[in-house]
């Protein structure tokens, strides 16, 4: 059965703190992974991975792949109170499923 | 807005209704999703369609759920007879395929609509 781990399932931090989400799976198939923010509303995309080793930045926000080993990891650097919300993580099995983990909230105190 | 849009937004209903749900994806997408949410909860696989053809359904998924997207456009997702276990939050979302290409690319949701069943 696919299955997707997130970790820690929920992270307190100071703003200015640097924060890492881990995402485990296993799937068949695995073509790529998907990160979304989701706040109060419905998920925004932040990244899509599709090879291992090879880092995503935007802004303060960075992800990889390590397909060997069935992981993905996002970083957030100096975070701030605007990213408090839940991370999601979908790995996606086949040529057009994405499965998604129970999601990390992440609360950043000022 | 060129966006997912989804209608309603919000619905309450008592048990034993039937509700349904639309979804218009962005106009160039031809694969669709629904997925169900509930507190807590990431996004749950309901079913998917690639133009009109519903291609994967959910074996979580009883026969009281039925989606059709009968022109390859919008979608509607109906749920007979409810039960307070269906309360969640009802999401469309819409992908472009492109020819060739074996990767799935990304979904885009909609606001989607929140279901409370008394």
């Known amino acids: 059965e696919d299955k997707v781990v997130q970790s820690p399932l929920s992270l307190v931090v100071h703003e200015g703190d640097t924060v890492t989400l881990n995402c485990s799976y296993e799937v068949t198939n695995f073509r790529s992974l998907l990160w979304y923010k989701q706040e109060k509303k419905a998920p925004t995309f932040l990244f899509m991975l599709?090879?291992?080793?090879i880092e995503k930045k935007s802004g303060r926000l960075s992800s990889i792949l390590d397909k060997k080993e069935l992981f993905s990891i996002l970083n957030i650097t100096a975070t701030q109170t605007g990213d408090s919300a839940v991370y999601l993580c979908a790995p996606g099995v086949g040529t057009y499923k994405y499965i998604f983990g129970t999601g990390t909230r992440l609360k950043v105190l000022a | 807005d060129t966006g997912v849009s989804q209608d309603p937004r919000h619905k309450i209903t008592k048990r034993g209704q039937n509700v349904t749900f639309r979804c218009d994806p962005i106009?160039?997408?031809?694969?669709l999703y629904w997925y169900r949410q509930t507190l807590g909860q990431g996004p749950e696989f309901l079913t998917y369609?690639?133009?009109?053809?519903?291609?994967?359904k959910s074996r979580l998924l009883s026969d009281r759920f039925s989606a059709e997207r009968p022109k390859g456009s919008f979608s509607t997702l109906e749920i007979q007879r409810t039960e307070q276990g269906d309360s969640a939050m009802y999401l469309c979302?819409?992908?472009?395929?492109?020819?060739?290409?074996?990767?799935?690319?990304?979904?885009?949701f909609g606001e989607g609509s929140r279901l409370t069943v008394l």
């Open positions: 106009s160039e997408h031809n694969r």
């Open positions: 599709t090879s291992s080793g």
């Open positions: 979302a819409s992908s472009p395929w492109i020819s060739g290409r074996a990767i799935p690319g990304e979904l885009f």
């Open positions: 369609f690639q133009n009109e053809a519903q291609l994967e």
